[in-house]
Nanobody, 119 residues
Framework: QVQLVESGGGLVQPGGSLRLSCAAS????????MGWYRQAPGKQRELVAA??????NYADSVKGRFTIPRDNAKNTVYLQMNSLKPEDTAVYYC??????????????WGQGTQVTVSS
């Protein structure tokens, strides 16, 4: 079984920073794309940032404030969030495109972590 375990959410003041982590565990051959999504109350889930083998992609609303570093040796993707705004408040989910041994590629999701930006 493959699991994505997220950590690092919490309450932060506007202008502050947080770093989310998402670690993949289990038995698998390869991890391809990894990304972060978020869902605010009453809104659809939206892509925040994604990373492939050679490139990154960011939502316009977070460009210049968020980065998505990845540590392949640890099967972990991060979301470094700086200059946080109240409108960044949401549940953040990571996902990953993973090839399991003897199984086709599938998209896996983490359980979500709450980020609240408020004074």
């Amino acid at each position: 079984q493959v699991q994505l375990v997220e950590s690092g959410g919490g309450l932060v003041q506007p202008g502050g920073s947080l770093r989310l982590s998402c670690a993949a565990s289990g038995i698998f051959s390869s991890i391809y794309d990894m990304g972060w999504y978020r869902q605010a109350p009453g809104k659809q889930r939206e892509l925040v940032a994604a990373i492939t083998s050679g490139s990154t992609n960011y939502a316009d609303s977070v460009k210049g404030r968020f980065t998505i570093p990845r540590d392949n040796a640890k099967n972990t993707v991060y979301l470094q969030m700086n200059s946080l705004k109240p409108e960044d408040t949401a549940v953040y989910y990571c996902n990953a495109d993973i090839l399991r041994v003897g199984v086709s590629r599938s998209i896996y999701w983490g359980q979500g972590t709450q980020v609240t930006v408020s004074s």
